[in-house]
């Protein structure tokens, strides 16, 4: 299996709080003082997470097929 293509960053990417043509910008804090947290898995990388879960229905999906037929 080429999981090549899935694992890939996306073209439009994350747009991160710390990506600006401005290096002066100040980065917006939460309430706490900290910058935003990332979530690049999602963002930049739906794939990994899109496929395993296209992956995990297929196997179920031929489990309970497989299951009624006998």
Known sequence: MDITE?????????PSPYRSPDPNK???RGPDGRPPPQDCLHWCMPGPVDTWNELVFE????????GRAS
Do not use: L, S, V, W
Not at 6 to 14: E, V
Not at 59 to 66: A, N, S, V
């Open 6 to 14: 899935a694992f890939q960053y996306r073209h439009d990417g994350h």
């Open 26 to 28: 100040i980065t917006k």
């Open 59 to 66: 196997i179920i999906r031929r489990e309970y097929k497989g």
